[in-house]
């Protein structure tokens, strides 16, 4: 077990606290749009400044969301797993206003315009089915559906978050390929390149530990037999010469 950097545990009281200065840091880009929409900072292109703001805020906490348990694994903070549902839920929420922003302003309203753009454009149709994950992903989140799936079965549905993450780098990759700008992207796919990676490592380590005991118990059980065969040779051999 890695030595603990943080405290492993928490006080209600504290966690209380905490809790509240992710609800405020979370709603500070929002906090943030409606200041320059107020003062008439969005630029040139407002739609574009809004929508490309929504969608990178979005990127930026799924993947803070995922750095939770790695992080978790690493210092010993066991508290940050509470955090972790709150988190994915601003991540949707600033997904949602994404989506919103290319569905009432960029698309009108029209659903046929909207399948249209969604079948024609690569990064529509990635954008909109990470959307459409993260949206399976929150309405999955509440206790009282984790008890109904069973633990199990809600911990492999929620291994859709690395899909989302994933479908989101292809996103934002192919919008920027119009552009010819893929710098802050690749940042992007780093990060996740780097979380999906620790997550491989530790369930590889997973595996090969339970598969340590396991051989030890079969190598144990041949050598108990291999001794029990050499402890009667001599007496089957003794026998074979009595009767002879």
Known sequence: M?????????????????????????LLPLARLVWLGAHDGFGANPLEFVTRSTGTWALVLLCVTLAITPLRHWSGAHWLVRLRRLLGLFAFFYACLHMLLWFVVDQGLDPSAMLADVIKRPFITAGFTAFALMAILAVTSPH??????GGRRWQMLHRLVYVVAVLAIL??????????????VTIYAA?????????MVRAWRRRMQTAKPAGKAQDGAGDSTGGEAVRMMPADRGTSSSDA
């Open 191 to 199: 990060v996740v390149a780097v979380l999906l990676g620790a997550r």
């Open 2 to 26: 890695p030595a603990s950097l943080l405290a492993p545990a928490l006080s209600p009281a504290a966690l209380r606290r905490l809790k509240a200065l992710v609800w405020l840091l979370a």
């Open 171 to 184: 996103h934002y990759w192919w919008h920027k390929a119009g552009k010819n700008d893929f710098g802050e």
């Open 144 to 149: 009282a559906v984790v008890r109904r799936l």
